[in-house]
């Protein structure tokens, strides 16, 4: 049985795509003028970012542009790959965690997203943002959103605000499958439009050469989780296993307080 979660599969993923004559956007270019047969391609850089470099060449390669959006962190801030990809084409983003950063405090973390925007915008343009889920923190980076409005900010997009599920599908490559909604603590969107369910991505490109898929799609992707070599996919599957494990322990956890 093939592998699931492989760069070859992702190929064949965007051959079926791009056979199906579905147009690619980044997600700024989505937002101020949606085509209407497409795919977003959106990357969390949460770690690994050479990974999300070889994605970005992937596409480069067959003339589709991205969006990736990088934390702060070490394991993920490389503001030459990031100026590298925008070169490229692609949208570079901030997948802001600042909520999580000052525990919990909404004024201090809204002055450090301010200096971490003004960090990334003297290397790459920034127009849209994306949190980070932080699943181990009791804290919800979309909470600093209550009290203060993106939108001041030159930005023109965050997904979980401003992506209409309505009409666009919306899937997630959470814990190695299409369809861990029940493991996501943050990362879920509700696709009150769509009666679509796929767990295997061999799944989707079988309804995308049938017609059947979604005619506008956000998929998300975290590079890290994907891999060729045998070994490093074992060890990731085996990773992600065990974090689904927890994350559904907290989601019991945090629903009964």
């Known amino acids: 049985m093939r592998r699931d979660f ?10 079926a795509f791009i056979r199906a004559g579905y147009s690619f956007q980044t997600y700024r270019d989505f937002i101020q003028s949606p085509k209407d047969k497409v795919i977003v391609l959106r990357h969390d850089v949460d770690d690994r970012k050479l990974h ?3 994605f970005a060449k992937i596409q480069r390669d067959l003339g589709i542009r991205g969006t990736y959006y990088f934390r702060v962190v070490k394991e993920s801030y490389d503001p030459v790959m990031m100026r590298e990809m925008e070169s490229m084409g692609h949208e570079i983003g901030l997948h802001y965690e600042e909520m999580d950063l000052a525990n919990g405090d909404k004024e201090r973390a809204y002055e450090m997203f301010l200096g971490h925007l003004e960090l990334f915008r ?23 959103w209550k009290e203060n409005d993106y939108r001041t900010l030159g930005l023109i997009g965050e997904p979980y605000f401003d992506l209409d599920t309505s009409r666009v599908f919306y899937v997630t490559d959470t814990g190695m499958m299409w369809d861990g909604n029940r493991f996501s603590i943050r990362d879920r969107m509700n696709n009150a439009g769509f009666q679509k369910h796929y767990h295997a991505t061999q799944e989707m490109i079988s309804d995308i050469e049938l017609g059947k898929f979604p005619l506008q799609c956000m998929m998300n992707f975290h590079p890290q989780r994907w891999h060729d070599n045998d070994l490093a996919w074992v060890q990731e599957k085996m990773t992600q296993t065990m974090k689904n494990v927890v994350k559904g322990t907290l989601k019991n956890l945090r629903s009964k307080i």
Not at 6 to 15: A, E, G, R, V
Not at 125 to 135: D, E, L, Q, Y
């Open 52 to 54: 999300a470099l070889q």
């Open 6 to 15: 492989t760069i070859s599969i992702y190929k064949d993923l965007l051959d």
């Open 122 to 144: 003297s290397w790459v343009t920034v127009s849209t943002i994306c949190m980070h889920g932080s699943p181990r923190s009791r804290y919800d980076n979309k909470d600093i």
